[in-house]
C-alpha cells in the first residue's frame, strides 16, 4: 500500500527518513523542516508539525464522538500533571482568537488538594495551591480550588445518578450547532462581533467572585477524620481505590454545584491501558467501558469525558516541554513505594518495562479496550426501573450470582472457611454475639452500617476495597446516611412483596 501521507512514492521517502542506524533529515510531513522530535520509529517531527498534529488530534477526538453542544458548561479537572496541564492548554488554544476553528463551550477548572492524605503539612499544601493559582489565574477560566477534606460536608444525593438526557429537548447536535452559527451570522448583521462571543465563553469572573472560590485552611476536625479514614485502610491498593472514588464525589458535587455538565478528565493513552489492566485485577472487568472509554454515563446529569486518551505519554512530555507547558508536581499515595507496593503500581511497572522492549505494548492494550462496549444490565428490570447501583462508584451492581461464576466461587470459598462459631454470649467482633454467632449479623436499621450490611450495596471490586478496611465508622456521614436510606427502603420492599403475598394466600380458590 502507497504511504503516500507519510512519506511519499518514489524518490520522495529516502529524503525525509535517514538510513537504517540514523536519525531523519526532514520532517515526515511538512518534507522541509528540521525534525527535533521522534514520536515513533521513523515519525520525525518539526516544531510547527508536531503542534499541528497535537491540536489536530484533540479536535479530531471532540468532534467525532459530538459530546459537547455549544454554549454548555464544562468542568476540566487539573491535577498538576503533565496530562490535565496539556489538556487545559488545548482548551485555552481552542477558545484563543487565533484558533481556525474555535470551540465553543464555556469551560471552568477544579483542582483538589490531596495533601492530608499524602502528609503533606498545612504550610506545604498552601504552596502548592498557591502554585496551582497562579497557573490557572493565568488561563482566564474560572476555578475552583477545593480541599478533600470538604468530602466530609457533601449531601446524600452525591450517591444516586440524576437521569438527564443531554438531547432530551429533541435538538440534535448539529441543530445545535447550525443554530449556534446562525445566531453568530445574526449578530455580526447587527454589529456584534465574533470576539465578543468568544470572549465571552472564557471571559474572567469579577475579582469579588474570583476571590471567593479561594478555600482557606480545611478545618482541623476534617483534616483529622480524612486521616483516621485512610489508616482505617489496610492496603495501599484499597487505599487508592478509595481516594479515587472520594475525588471523583468531591468532581461531581463541584460540576453539579455550579451547573457544569460535563467534566474533562486528564488520562493519557498510558494511563487508560494501566487502569484496564489494573480494574481487570480489581475486579471491574464488568465496568471496564465506563472506565476507561471515551465518556462515562453512569451520573446521569453530569457526563465525564477523557479528550486526552489518543495521546501517549511520550507525546505529551515533548508537547510540554517544547511549548512550556507549565505543571505542578504533587506527591501521591504511591510516590516513592515499591513497585509491589499496590497493584496499580506493579501494573504500572509491568506495563512500563515491557513497553522498552516492545515499543507497541500500550498501544494495543489501549486499542484492545477501545473494543469494549456498555451493556445495559437493566434491560430485564423494564424501562421504568432503575437500575441497582453501587453505594460508592455508582455502576450498576454486578453481583447477581450466576451459576459457574467466579463471584460463586469466592462467596462458596469464603463460607466454608469460615471459622466456626464462637460460644454464646461473646461475639466475634467484641459485642455480644446473636444465635448465628456473629455480632454483626442482622444489623437494626438506623445504626451504623457494618462490613457486612454494607456488601449487599457494594458491587464486587468495592466490596473488595471495603473487606481491607479495619471499621467503617470513619467513612464520610453522606455514605452511611445513603446506605440507611437504601436498607430501609430495601426493608419497606420486602415489606410489601411479603403482605401481597400473604393477600394471594387470603384469596379464595374458586
Do not use: W
Not at 449578530?187 to 465563553?201: A, F, K, P, Y
Amino acid at each position: 500500500m502507497c504511504e503516500a501521507e507519510e512519506g511519499g512514492c518514489g524518490g520522495e521517502r529516502p529524503a525525509a527518513r535517514a538510513p537504517r542506524g540514523g536519525y531523519p533529515l526532514k520532517c515526515m510531513k511538512c518534507k522541509e523542516g528540521h525534525p527535533v522530535l521522534i514520536i515513533r520509529v521513523g515519525d520525525a517531527f518539526c516544531r510547527a508539525c508536531f503542534k499541528d498534529y497535537f491540536v489536530h488530534k484533540f479536535r479530531a477526538t471532540l468532534g467525532k464522538n459530538r459530546c459537547i453542544f455549544p454554549g454548555e458548561k464544562v468542568l476540566l479537572a487539573f491535577s498538576g500533571g503533565p496530562t490535565s496541564s496539556a489538556m487545559v492548554r488545548q482548551v485555552q488554544e481552542g477558545l484563543s482568537r487565533e484558533a481556525a476553528k474555535k470551540l465553543r463551550f464555556k469551560p471552568g477548572i477544579i483542582f483538589i488538594d490531596e495533601g492530608a492524605v499524602c502528609g503533606q503539612d498545612l504550610e506545604k499544601r498552601r504552596e502548592v495551591c498557591n502554585q496551582v493559582e497562579t497557573i490557572l489565574r493565568a488561563t482566564g477560566f474560572p476555578f475552583h480550588l477545593v480541599h478533600l477534606e470538604e468530602v466530609f460536608d457533601l449531601p446524600d444525593s452525591i450517591l444516586r445518578s440524576i437521569s438527564h438526557n443531554a438531547t432530551e429537548d429533541g435538538q440534535s447536535y448539529k441543530e445545535a450547532v447550525d443554530g449556534f452559527i446562525r445566531r453568530q451570522q445574526q449578530s455580526e448583521r447587527t454589529g456584534d462581533s465574533l470576539l465578543g462571543q468568544l470572549c465571552e465563553l472564557s471571559v474572567q469572573p469579577p475579582p469579588g467572585k474570583e476571590a471567593a472560590q479561594l478555600p482557606g485552611p480545611p478545618p482541623v476536625s476534617h483534616t483529622a477524620e480524612l486521616t483516621r479514614l485512610f489508616k482505617a485502610v489496610k492496603t495501599l491498593t484499597a487505599r487508592e481505590e478509595l481516594l479515587q472514588t472520594l475525588r471523583n464525589h468531591l468532581i461531581l458535587h463541584v460540576a453539579r454545584t455550579h451547573s457544569y455538565t460535563k467534566v474533562m478528565m486528564g488520562d493519557s493513552c498510558t494511563r487508560v491501558a494501566v487502569k484496564l489492566l489494573t480494574n481487570l485485577c480489581l475486579g471491574r472487568g464488568a465496568f471496564l467501558a465506563g472506565d476507561t472509554g471515551f465518556s462515562d454515563r453512569r451520573h446521569g446529569d453530569v457526563l465525564v469525558l477523557r479528550p486526552m486518551r489518543e495521546y501517549s505519554a511520550k507525546e505529551i512530555a515533548f508537547y510540554n516541554r517544547l511549548f512550556g507547558v507549565p505543571a505542578v508536581f504533587t506527591p501521591s499515595l504511591d510516590t516513592k513505594a515499591p513497585d509491589r507496593a499496590s497493584i496499580h503500581r506493579l501494573i504500572e511497572s509491568f506495563l512500563y518495562k515491557l513497553q522498552t522492549e516492545f515499543p507497541s505494548t500500550i498501544s494495543t492494550v489501549y486499542r484492545t479496550g477501545e473494543k469494549l462496549g456498555t451493556t445495559p444490565r437493566d434491560a430485564d428490570a423494564g424501562e421504568d426501573a432503575e437500575p441497582e447501583r453501587c453505594l460508592l462508584c455508582l455502576c450498576c451492581l454486578d453481583t447477581n450470582v450466576v451459576d459457574g461464576s467466579s463471584l460463586q466461587s469466592t462467596l462458596l470459598s469464603e463460607e466454608l472457611c469460615r471459622k466456626p462459631p464462637p460460644s454464646a454470649g461473646s461475639g466475634c467482633c467484641g459485642g455480644a454475639a446473636d444465635q448465628t454467632g456473629c455480632c454483626r449479623s442482622s444489623p437494626t436499621v438506623g445504626a451504623k452500617p457494618t462490613q457486612i450490611s454494607f456488601l449487599p450495596l457494594l458491587c464486587y471490586s468495592c466490596r473488595l476495597t471495603v473487606k481491607d478496611m479495619t471499621c467503617l465508622e470513619p467513612l464520610p456521614p453522606y455514605v452511611h446516611s445513603e446506605a440507611e436510606r437504601r436498607q430501609r427502603r430495601a426493608a419497606m420492599k420486602q415489606e410489601i412483596q411479603e403482605f401481597l403475598l400473604e393477600d394471594d394466600e387470603d384469596l379464595p380458590v374458586s
